[in-house]
C-alpha cells in the first residue's frame, strides 16, 4: 500500500516515492535493493500536478518557555533534601529537554539560570507575557516552589506543564494544580511524561493551523470551532463529485491501485475498475484539500452513495490519507473528523470512527466502520494486514477491513464538542468477519476496560486507535480546559427493565 | 441643552440629523447572512434591534456618525460614534465566525471627553420579553446576548429569582399521581450549566429548604444524578430515577443557613462530574421557615405551598429571574481622560449566543478566528 508519504525532506519524485512506501508497508525497510528501484526510476519526471500529502499536514511553529525552579542553595533539610544533587539533575533535564525538543520540532527556550525568588518569578512572567509562548514548561527543584505555580498559570493566561520529579511533590502539592484547568502536572521521575506534554502542545498548535474541509449540503462558509482553533470550510457536497469526475485515471491513480492489490492479504469483491475510482477518490481529496489550503476533510460520503453521485465510496482513498497523517472523516460527522485528528496530532497514529455495536451474550463492544487507517501503531510503522472488500452497505467501490491485531490494547477517544471528550479503554478480542454480520468491513470485537455493561459505553463514532492512551488526552484535556468523561464502570442496566 | 443636566438620550436621536449614515452599515462572515447597524447606531438582529443609552449628568444628546470599517485591515465591522457631551460613546460590531453560525461582537467604548471625572449609566436596551440571566440573556429557549466578563458588574436585583444561565422549560415534565402543579415545570442547565437561585432573607438566619424533582426523560437510574448544594446544609446528591422512579414527584429536604452573612440564600443543583446526562434539573423550591422539617408527602401533594415563605415553581407561573426583566445598566465612573469598554456577543441569524458556562471564546479568541478565516477567504 502506497500511503506513508513523509517526502517533503527527501528528494525523490512521486513514483521512487511511492516505490519507498510501499516497501516500507511491507517492512522491506529501507536498504539496498530499494534504492536501486529508485535509482532506475531516476530518469522519470514527476507529474507537475502531483500534490504531496505529506505537504498537506499542518507543520506550525511551536515555542515553549522553559525553567528551573528552585529554592535559594544550599539545601538543608525539607525535600528534595540536602543530598539532592541540583546541578547534575539540572544538567540532565536540560539535556533531555533538548532532546525531546528536537525529536519534536518544538522550539524552548529555557531561562539560562534557574529561578529562586518571586521576584525572579515576577521577572519571568513579564518577560512571557511580551513574547506569548505557546506553553510554559517548569521543572521544580524543591517542595517550597509550588507556591509560584498558581500565579504563573493565572498571571499568563497560558497553558502551564509542571514537572515536578519524585522529591519535589505531596499529593496535597499536586491536587490543586491538577484540577486546574490549563495546567497538567507530572510528579514523576518518567521524562517520557514531559515529552508527551509538549507534544500536547504541538498537537493543539496542529489543531490551529487545520483547516478541515466540511464536504456537505450546498452551502460555502468558514467557521471556527472553539477552544480548538480548527476552521471549518463548508463547501458543497457536489464539489466533489464533480472534482472526482474530472480526474482521469493517470499514473499516479494507477499506481495508487496498483499498490492496493499488491499489498492487499486479499481482495474479495473488488474489480480493477474499483481500485481505479477508489485512486481517483484519493487524488480528487489531495487535490481539493490543496485547493482550499485545508489540512483534512469530512464528507457526506453515504449521502453521495445514496444519490449516486460516484462510483464508489471513498473508504480505501480515506485510508491511504489517513495512514499519511491527513485526516479524512466520514458521514460529515465534523466532531468525529476532530477526534480523528486529535490521535493523528497527539499519538501520531491513525485511528477509525466507528458505529458502536453491543455485542450483549459476550459482553463486548463491536467498533465497526468500512475504512480505518492501516498504521495502527504509528505512522512510522509497518501498516497491519488488510483485505479490499466492497462497502458493504451498497455493494459499491472499496472499503478496507484492517485486520486489529488481537489481544493488543486499544484507546476509544470521541469529542462530543469543543468542551468535552470521552476517553474509554479496553483490548481487541477478535476481527469479526462480514458475513456472517451485517454491517462494515473493519469489525473489532473490543473487551471495555473497567465498563460492567457494554450497553453503557458512550457516544457514537467514538475514534478507535491502538495503544492505551488515556492519561496523554488526560493531559491534554487538563492542559486546554477541556472536561474529560468515561462510560459507566457500573452497569446502568442492573435494575433490569423499567414500565 | 444644558450640559450639566441629566439626560437621556439613545445613542442616536433622530435619522434625520445630517451627520447620521444614510443607510445601515451590513457585516458578515465568509458565506453566512449579514447582521447591520442602523441608522440609529443600533445592531440589528433578526430577535432585536439592541442599542444604548446613556444617562448621566453633562450626558447630552448627539448625533452618531455611521461608517463601514475593516477591523485589523481584514474584517468587515461597523462602529458608530457620538459626542455626548461629558463622554465620547462608541459603538462597534463584526461577526466573529464561531463554529456553527457565527456571533456578532457587540463593544461599547464610552471615553471621558471633559477633561473631569465623569459618571454615567449605559443601559442597553432589550426586548420586553427577554430574561436576564448571571452572564446571558434569553428568549424562550434561545440565548440572544452573552455578556462577557467585563460586562458582569453589580446590577440592581430582586429579592429573590434564579441567578443562572439554565433555561425555563414549562410543561416539560409529566407527574404521575395528585402532586402540587409545581412539578409539571422545570429549568434546565443545558450541558452541565448549573441551577442557582438565591433568596433575600436575614443576614445569618437559617430556613428550611425543600427542592422537589420530577424526572421524564429517563426511565433508568444513573442517568442524571444531581448535586443539591443548599447553604448552610451538607450537600446532597440524588438520582431522581434511583429514588423516586421516572415521572415520580420527590422531594429533599435541608437545613439551611445564610452562611456568609451575605442576606441571600443561595440554593443550586450541580451536575455529577461524569455523569452520562450532565443537564441539570429543578421543578419546585419551597423555602420554609426555620424549625422541625415539613411533612414531604404534603410538600408533594401541594398542601403547605401557601405555608411557605417562598414557593417557586422552577420554570414555571411564578418564577423569576433575580435581574431585572429587559434590563441591562451599567453605572460607570470615569476618571478625567478614562475609558470603559463593555463587550457582548449577540446571536446573529439562524444562531444563538454561546453559554457562558460552556463557552471558551474570549475577546482575543473571536477577533482572531475572524482575522484567520477572512485572511484566507478566496477575494471575490
Same mark, same amino acid.
Given at each position: 500500500?502506497?500511503?506513508?508519504h513523509h ?10 516515492? %511511492?516505490?519507498v512506501?510501499?516497501m516500507?508497508?511491507?517492512?522491506a /525497510? ?11 526510476? $531516476? ?11 505529506a505537504?498537506l499536514?499542518?507543520?506550525?511553529? +511551536?515555542?515553549?518557555?522553559?525553567t ?16 539532592? !544533587?541540583?546541578? $547534575? ?18 522550539k ?9 525568588s ?9 518577560k ?10 517548569? %521543572? ?21 506543564? +509542571?514537572?515536578a ?21 507530572i ?13 500536547? +502542545?504541538?498537537a493543539?498548535?496542529?489543531f ?8 456537505r ?13 480548527v ?9 466533489f ?18 499498490d492496493?492489490?499488491?499489498?492487499a492479504?486479499?481482495v474479495?469483491?473488488p474489480?480493477d ?16 484539500l ?9 464528507? *457526506?460520503c453515504?449521502? %453521495?452513495v445514496?444519490a ?48 458502536? +455495536?453491543?455485542?450483549?451474550?459476550k ?9 480505518? @487507517?492501516s498504521r495502527?501503531?504509528?505512522f ?5 494486514p ?23 490494547? =486499544?484507546?476509544?477517544?470521541?469529542f ?7 476517553i ?7 476481527n ?16 471495555? !476496560?473497567d465498563?460492567e ?10 475514534v ?8 496523554v ?11 474529560h468523561?468515561?462510560?459507566?464502570? &457500573? ?6 427493565v423499567?414500565? | ?8 438620550g439613545?445613542?442616536? #436621536?433622530? #435619522? ?11 457585516? *458578515?462572515?465568509?458565506?453566512?447572512p449579514?447582521?447591520s ?6 445592531l440589528?438582529?433578526?430577535?432585536a434591534?439592541?442599542?444604548?443609552k ?13 461608517e463601514?470599517?475593516?477591523?485589523d485591515? %481584514?474584517?468587515?465591522?461597523a ?6 457631551g461629558?463622554?465620547?460613546l462608541?459603538?462597534?460590531?463584526y461577526?466573529?465566525?464561531t463554529f456553527?453560525?457565527g456571533?456578532?461582537v ?14 454615567? &449609566? ?29 460586562? =458582569? ?8 429569582g434564579?441567578?443562572?444561565d ?15 402543579p ?8 443545558? @450541558?452541565?450549566?448549573p441551577?442557582v ?11 428550611t ?27 446532597q ?11 415520580k ?9 445564610d ?7 443561595? =440554593? ?12 441539570t434539573?429543578?421543578?419546585a ?13 404534603? =410538600?408533594?401533594?401541594?398542601d ?7 414557593y417557586v415553581q422552577?420554570?414555571?407561573?411564578? *418564577?423569576?429571574s433575580?435581574?431585572?426583566p ?10 478625567a481622560? /478614562?475609558v470603559?469598554e463593555?463587550?457582548?456577543l ?7 449566543a454561546?453559554i ?10 473571536l477577533?482572531?478566528a ?5 485572511s ?5
Amino acid at each position: 500500500m502506497s500511503t506513508h508519504h513523509h517526502c517533503s525532506h527527501c528528494c525523490l519524485n512521486r513514483r521512487q516515492c %511511492m516505490q519507498v512506501l510501499s516497501m516500507t508497508a511491507l517492512g522491506a /525497510g529501507v536498504g539496498a535493493p530499494l534504492f536501486q528501484a529508485v535509482a532506475e526510476e $531516476k530518469a522519470k519526471p514527476a507529474p507537475k500536478d502531483f500534490i504531496d500529502a505529506a505537504k498537506l499536514r499542518p507543520c506550525p511553529e +511551536v515555542k515553549v518557555a522553559a525553567t528551573f525552579l528552585e529554592m535559594p542553595r544550599p539545601y538543608w533539610l525539607g525535600w528534595p533534601g540536602t543530598t539532592y !544533587d541540583l546541578d $547534575k539533575h539540572q544538567k540532565t533535564y536540560s539535556a533531555l529537554l533538548a532532546q525531546s525538543a528536537q525529536r519534536l520540532g518544538v522550539k524552548v527556550a529555557r531561562e539560562a539560570k534557574p529561578i529562586d525568588s518571586e521576584a525572579g518569578v515576577n521577572a519571568w512572567l513579564a518577560k512571557l507575557q511580551a513574547e506569548k509562548p505557546h506553553a510554559i514548561l517548569v %521543572m521544580l527543584q524543591h517542595m517550597g516552589c509550588w507556591s509560584w505555580v498558581a500565579p504563573i498559570a493565572k498571571k499568563t493566561g497560558i497553558p502551564l506543564i +509542571v514537572f515536578a520529579p519524585v522529591g519535589t511533590a505531596f499529593t496535597g502539592h499536586v491536587a490543586g494544580p491538577s484540577r486546574t484547568p490549563g495546567i497538567h502536572v507530572i510528579s514523576s521521575l518518567e521524562w517520557p511524561a514531559v515529552e508527551a506534554a509538549l507534544h500536547m +502542545v504541538k498537537a493543539k498548535r496542529m489543531f490551529e493551523e487545520t483547516r478541515v474541509l466540511w464536504i456537505r449540503g450546498d452551502k460555502r462558509n468558514e467557521t471556527v470551532v472553539e477552544r480548538l482553533g480548527v476552521k471549518v470550510r463548508a463547501i458543497p457536497r457536489d464539489t466533489f463529485n464533480q472534482e472526482f469526475d474530472k480526474q482521469p485515471a493517470n499514473e499516479e491513480v494507477k499506481d495508487a491501485a496498483s499498490d492496493m492489490r499488491r499489498h492487499a492479504k486479499k481482495v474479495v469483491e473488488p474489480t480493477d475498475g474499483d481500485l481505479v475510482n477508489s485512486a481517483r477518490s484519493y487524488v480528487t481529496a489531495k487535490r481539493l484539500l490543496a485547493a482550499e489550503k485545508a489540512s483534512a476533510l469530512s464528507m *457526506d460520503c453515504l449521502g %453521495m452513495v445514496q444519490a449516486k453521485l460516484v462510483p464508489t465510496p471513498p473508504c480505501f482513498g480515506w485510508t491511504m490519507l489517513q495512514d499519511q497523517g491527513i485526516t479524512a472523516g466520514c458521514e460529515a460527522d465534523l466532531f468525529g473528523a476532530i477526534s480523528l485528528m486529535m490521535t493523528s496530532y497527539l499519538l501520531d497514529r491513525p485511528g477509525y470512527m466507528n458505529d458502536p +455495536v453491543p455485542e450483549t451474550v459476550k459482553n463486548l463492544l463491536i467498533a465497526s466502520h468500512c475504512t480505518s @487507517g492501516s498504521r495502527l501503531a504509528g505512522f512510522e510503522k509497518p501498516a497491519a494486514p488488510f483485505i479490499l472488500r466492497n462497502h458493504s452497505e451498497s455493494a459499491l467501490g472499496v472499503a478496507t477491513q484492517i485486520l486489529w491485531p488481537e489481544g493488543e490494547p =486499544v484507546t476509544l477517544v470521541r469529542f462530543s464538542n469543543a468542551n468535552e471528550m470521552i476517553i474509554d479503554t479496553g483490548r481487541v478480542v477478535s476481527n469479526v468477519e462480514t458475513p456472517p454480520a451485517g454491517g462494515c468491513r473493519t469489525s473489532v470485537e473490543i473487551k471495555m !476496560d473497567d465498563v460492567e455493561d457494554c450497553r453503557d459505553v458512550l457516544g457514537f463514532h467514538q475514534v478507535v486507535v491502538l495503544g492505551n492512551h488515556r492519561r496523554v488526552l488526560q493531559g491534554f484535556c487538563e492542559l486546554y480546559g477541556i472536561k474529560h468523561v468515561r462510560s459507566p464502570r &457500573t452497569s446502568t442496566f442492573a435494575t433490569g427493565v423499567t414500565s | 441643552m444644558k450640559a450639566t443636566a441629566l439626560i437621556g438620550g439613545w445613542l442616536v #436621536a433622530a #435619522a434625520s440629523v445630517a451627520a447620521v449614515a444614510a443607510e445601515p452599515v451590513a457585516f *458578515d462572515s465568509p458565506g453566512f447572512p449579514p447582521s447591520s447597524m442602523d441608522t440609529q447606531g443600533r445592531l440589528v438582529e433578526d430577535w432585536a434591534a439592541v442599542g444604548a443609552k446613556l444617562t448621566g449628568e453633562g450626558v447630552t444628546e448627539g448625533p452618531a456618525k455611521v461608517e463601514a470599517f475593516k477591523l485589523d485591515g %481584514m474584517i468587515p465591522a461597523a462602529r458608530a460614534t457620538s459626542n455626548r457631551g461629558a463622554v465620547r460613546l462608541i459603538a462597534t460590531a463584526y461577526r466573529a465566525p464561531t463554529f456553527p453560525a457565527g456571533v456578532d461582537v457587540l463593544s461599547f467604548r464610552v471615553e471621558e471627553a471633559r477633561g473631569q471625572a465623569a459618571k454615567v &449609566t449605559l443601559a442597553i436596551e432589550l426586548p420586553e420579553k427577554s430574561r436576564v440571566g448571571l452572564r446571558s440573556v434569553s428568549l424562550g429557549t434561545r440565548t440572544v446576548l452573552t455578556l462577557l466578563p467585563d460586562a =458582569v458588574v453589580e446590577r440592581e436585583v430582586r429579592d429573590w429569582g434564579y441567578s443562572d444561565d439554565a433555561v425555563s422549560m414549562p410543561g416539560w415534565a409529566r407527574p404521575e399521581g395528585k402532586c402540587d402543579p409545581a412539578f409539571r415545570n422545570i429549568r434546565a442547565g443545558m @450541558g452541565g450549566v448549573p441551577i442557582v437561585y438565591r433568596f433575600g432573607v436575614a443576614p445569618g438566619s437559617e430556613a428550611t429548604v425543600v427542592l422537589g424533582f420530577c424526572e421524564s426523560h429517563w426511565a433508568e437510574p444513573d442517568k442524571r444524578p444531581l448535586v443539591c448544594r443548599v447553604e448552610g446544609a451538607r450537600d446532597q446528591q440524588v438520582d431522581p430515577i434511583a429514588k423516586w422512579g421516572q415521572h415520580k414527584p420527590g422531594a429533599l429536604a435541608f437545613r439551611a443557613r445564610d452562611e456568609n452573612g451575605d442576606g441571600k440564600l443561595q =440554593v443550586a443543583v450541580l451536575p455529577v462530574p461524569g455523569a452520562p446526562d450532565r443537564n441539570t434539573i429543578l421543578n419546585a423550591i419551597w423555602v420554609f421557615p426555620p424549625g422541625p422539617a415539613p411533612n414531604l408527602k404534603r =410538600v408533594l401533594a401541594g398542601d403547605l405551598s401557601a405555608k411557605a415563605v417562598r414557593y417557586v415553581q422552577v420554570g414555571g407561573e411564578n *418564577d423569576q429571574s433575580i435581574f431585572l426583566p429587559g434590563k441591562l445598566e451599567y453605572p460607570m465612573t470615569l476618571p478625567a481622560g /478614562g475609558v470603559k469598554e463593555l463587550t457582548f456577543l449577540a446571536a446573529c441569524h439562524g444562531g444563538s449566543a454561546p453559554i457562558p458556562e460552556q463557552a471558551a471564546w474570549t475577546t482575543d479568541t473571536l477577533r482572531r478566528a475572524a482575522l484567520a478565516v477572512w485572511s484566507d477567504w478566496p477575494k471575490p
